[in-house]
């Protein structure tokens, strides 16, 4: 099993700046994917970014390339996606999730184990 916790929401600005984490505990893996989805009110789980590797193979959502950027710790096992110029349109609940198979799939129903999502508001 694999347990997950993201923090680090919150409202701000637009052209703000945040930082969210995912600490994993249980049976993870650096080889393994790690990815960042978003699920604004009314729409689907999006796919924002993943890592795999111990970190040297990462993967973005277009709409965010440039903007935003993921990374890990591996020492505490916890992976960060750095946000940037944000905008209204980042805006919903980020999930952090893992998947077993070591390959960075942009589908949300690839990955197995979930966060509890956190919150992210940007205002205009």
């Known amino acids: 099993q694999v347990q997950l916790v993201d923090s680090g929401g919150g409202l701000v600005q637009a052209g703000d700046s945040l930082r969210l984490s995912c600490t994993a505990s249980?049976?993870?893996?650096?080889?393994?994917?790690t990815g960042w989805f978003r699920q604004a009110p009314g729409k689907d789980r999006d796919f924002v970014a993943a890592?795999?590797?111990?970190?040297?193979?990462?993967n973005y959502a277009d709409s965010v390339k440039g903007r935003f950027t993921v990374s890990r710790d591996n020492a505490k096992n916890t992976v960060y996606l750095q946000m940037n110029s944000l905008n209204p349109g980042d805006t919903g609940v980020y999930y952090c999730?893992?998947?077993?198979?070591?390959?960075?799939?942009?589908?949300?129903?690839?990955?197995?184990?979930w966060g509890q999502g956190t919150q992210v508001t940007v205002s205009s």
């Open positions: 999730a893992f998947r077993a198979t070591p390959i960075i799939s942009r589908s949300a129903v690839e990955y197995g184990f």
């Open positions: 890592i795999r590797l111990g970190g040297q193979i990462t």
């Open positions: 249980g049976r993870t893996s650096t080889t393994s994917p």
